[in-house]
């Protein structure tokens, strides 16, 4: 189906930021869109490829997640020895999808549905992934205690780099997800399929 059976996710840096942590993360979410119009299956396909979010230099997506984390920890020092005393992030995602602005037949509208409902989930799956994440990075971090370190230096490195080895496998999760989607044969190929059929 050409190049548009991509759902794409943007891959944004984990951020350490040390500071004060607040009572638990947090996750904030936001929806963009941008139109689209055809009168067909292939119509909408064709200008999903023409006005979607980029997948990479020469493509572009039917749909899109990206995100950013940043992780804030409350560092604590007795007797030389410092500790995590609490660590929380903010998930702020946004979710990018297609918005049909011209009329559809009834036949064309059932079928957008559909195909429109598993773009959704692919991406809300994407999103999953990301909590995931931040929930394995706070159990991570969870009791951190590093001795001889009475200025929290070592221990704020050691809570960054747990952080970043969870966001390293949890990104790794989110690649071996798009693989099995976009694999030819795989559902979102069968999701344009169904869409650009006449009947």
Request: proline share 3%.
């Amino acid at each position: 189906m050409g190049r548009s059976i991509f759902c794409s996710l943007a891959l944004l840096a984990a951020i350490g930021a040390p500071g004060v942590a607040t009572a638990g993360s947090k996750v904030i979410t936001h929806i963009r869109t941008y139109d689209i119009a055809g009168e067909s299956g292939q119509a909408l396909i064709d200008a999903m490829d023409k006005s979607g979010p980029k997948h990479g230099f020469l493509t572009r997506a039917i749909a899109q997640t990206s995100y950013t984390v940043d992780w804030n920890f409350d560092l604590r020092a007795k007797a030389d020895v410092c500790q995590v005393r609490a660590a929380s992030a903010t998930l702020d995602m946004t979710y990018m999808y297609p918005n049909v602005t011209t009329p559809m037949s009834p036949a064309l509208r059932k079928r957008w549905q559909r195909f429109f409902a598993g773009v959704r989930a692919h991406e809300q799956t994407h999103g999953r992934i990301a909590r995931q994440g931040i929930a394995a990075g706070e159990r991570a971090i969870a009791d951190l205690a590093v001795a001889n370190d009475p200025h929290c230096i070592k221990t704020q490195r050691e809570a960054q780099r747990r952080v970043d080895t969870i966001y390293e496998e949890y990104e790794a999760k989110q690649v071996a997800f798009d693989q099995r989607e976009h694999r030819r044969g795989g559902r979102v190929e069968a999701l344009v399929a169904r869409l650009v059929r006449e009947r």
